[in-house]
């Protein structure tokens, strides 16, 4: 007897789950299709030719590759000095790329007046070299 009711729970258990599985498919299905419906909606309203920013996303340019705090193939880095540390800076000067622990006041005369004003900084191989020969 006990056997039979274990089989039996069993039995519904399995059943219940196969209730729920059946019921999660047909829901994402179902909002699998509203969303076709509702991207192909968009695709007629646009005007053919322009490229919309999920086919610019899909598609990036291969001269542009991301890189870490979005530093893009072609920018550069500027060092700058801040409360007495060095740091990089993107190309637009106002986006912090790395912060150092290299003090400004250790730094030669020469690249404390460069860094002063901005030092630029070609490439990541340049930046890195010169973080790690001015880093401690």
Partial sequence: MRNKIGIGF??????????VTGAYQLSYQRAKEQMEVKLQAAEDTQPR???TEDATAANPDPAT???DGQA????CYYLMEVNGYVVVYLSDKKTPYEYTDILYDDLPAELR?????GKYV???KTLYGFLENYSS
């Fill in 10 to 19: 069993f039995a519904v258990m399995i059943v219940a789950l196969m209730l």
């Fill in 65 to 67: 590759i991301e890189a």
């Fill in 113 to 117: 007046d460069e860094i002063r004003n």
């Fill in 122 to 124: 070609e490439d990541a």
């Fill in 49 to 51: 030719g322009s490229l």
């Fill in 72 to 75: 893009l193939k072609e920018d």
